[in-house]
């Protein structure tokens, strides 16, 4: 059985951190249909943002400061998996803020993130980092306080866009000792070659819309659709704004996704997409 540190895992095969997807309700699907682990959205140490725990993810911080952080990781330590710091980040709003993958030249104010998560838990610590001329040093700094570092081999300039550099990934890999997570271009058909290379990898972008594709690479005999997420997201109260952008997410691949997209779009309650 794969391990993280002190943490037990069913397989090696993520849901990868990420912004707008990583509501409850989505990571509880990904959960059942066969991800080891499911991460938080972007959290700040600061906010007073409601998070739910039922599905034990991994906390996703996000920052360029370590204020509060140690209050609030204790705060919420008995109901996650371990901690992740978010250094991959491309968005407009991590540029105009300084976090994410635009933070990489701090490394200072990046050690001593790191040495304070650390310091706050006793489960797994990890960052996610995305491709820069800083990414290797910060892999060494991460070496000292993390468990595992996770790469998306793509500049915050490239955003998700041309394809992500493999070799560079694979470079990383070698320059440190522990455990490396892959993240970039991953899909049903790549994912035991990766493996190979990685001892962990992230489903992103394919998984949205598509928590099936944790069963169908594990071969699980799991499949969920839209209907499945939205009696979640009614259980958890979600905002109708995120159910809508998943119920958008859901109609990929699906020959009257067309038609689906335009009852959606004009939908203006939970009622209407049902």
Do not use: W
């Not at 707008?20 to 699907?29: C, G, S």
């Not at 943002?49 to 039922?54: G, R």
């Not at 490394?107 to 996610?128: G, H, Q, Y």
């Amino acid at each position: 059985m794969p391990k993280l540190k002190n943490l037990k895992l069913k397989n090696r095969i993520f849901l990868s951190p990420m912004l707008e997807p990583n509501d409850i309700a989505f990571r509880l699907l990904c959960k059942k249909a066969g991800a080891a682990l499911t991460f938080t959205g972007m959290v700040n140490s600061l906010s007073r943002q409601k998070i739910h725990f039922d599905d034990k993810p991994i906390l996703q911080l996000f920052g360029n400061t370590n204020k509060g952080m140690e209050e609030f990781i204790k705060k919420h330590d008995a109901n996650v998996s371990g901690g992740d710091f978010n250094l991959g980040c491309p968005s407009k709003l991590s540029k105009k803020l300084s976090h994410g993958a635009f933070m990489h030249k701090d490394f200072e104010n990046i050690n001593d993130i790191l040495k304070t998560i650390r310091a706050s838990t006793k489960k797994p610590v990890m960052v996610k980092l995305r491709k820069s001329p800083q990414a290797l040093q910060i892999a060494k700094i991460a070496e000292e306080h993390c468990d595992a570092v996770g790469i998306h081999p793509r500049t915050s300039q490239e955003g998700y866009s041309g394809t992500a550099d493999y070799d560079f990934a694979l470079e990383l890999k070698d320059s440190i000792k522990i455990p490396v997570i892959y993240s970039g271009d991953v899909n049903e058909e790549n994912v035991k070659t990766i493996l190979k290379d990685f001892d962990f990898v992230f489903i992103g972008r394919a998984s949205i819309g598509n928590p099936n594709i944790f069963s169908k690479v594990l071969q699980k005999e799991k499949n969920f659709e839209f209907k499945d997420y939205l009696k979640l997201a009614k259980k958890y109260d979600l905002h109708f704004r995120q159910i809508k952008y998943h119920a958008m997410c859901f109609t990929k691949g699906n020959p009257k996704a067309k038609e689906m997209r335009r009852k959606i779009i004009s939908a203006k309650c939970v009622e209407d997409l049902e």
